[in-house]
Nanobody, 117 residues
Framework: QVQLVESGGGLVQAGGSLRLSCAAS????????MGWYRQAPGIQRDLVAQ???????NYVDSVKGRFTISRDNGKNTVYLQMNSLKPEDTAVYYC???????????WGQGTQVTVSS
């Protein structure tokens, strides 16, 4: 059974930094794309950043230059380094993983990130 376990959320002041981690387990084959999404109350879940197995990345415009996504393929782990955090970054952050030839999206349980002004 696939499991994605996130860690690293918390409360931080504006301008601060946090690093999120997400470790995937339960399947031996290589993960294709991994990403981070976020959802604030009353708002749909949206993509923040995504990284392919080969290391290609894309970011939502609002986090470009502040957030960096990376992954360790050997550990099936994806990271999100978040710098210069703003109150509008406050949300529950979800890890996402997709495997080749599998149409399903796999999600972590979510980790709360709160940025105070």
């Amino acid at each position: 059974q696939v499991q994605l376990v996130e860690s690293g959320g918390g409360l931080v002041q504006a301008g601060g930094s946090l690093r999120l981690s997400c470790a995937a387990s339960g399947r031996s084959s290589s993960i294709n794309a991994m990403g981070w999404y976020r959802q604030a109350p009353g708002i749909q879940r949206d993509l923040v950043a995504q990284i392919t197995r080969g290391g290609n990345t894309n970011y939502v415009d609002s986090v470009k230059g502040r957030f960096t996504i990376s992954r360790d393929n050997g550990k099936n782990t994806v990271y999100l380094q978040m710098n210069s955090l703003k109150p509008e970054d406050t949300a529950v952050y979800y890890c996402n993983a997709r495997w080749p030839f599998d149409p399903a999206d796999y999600w972590g349980q979510g980790t709360q990130v709160t940025v105070s002004s």
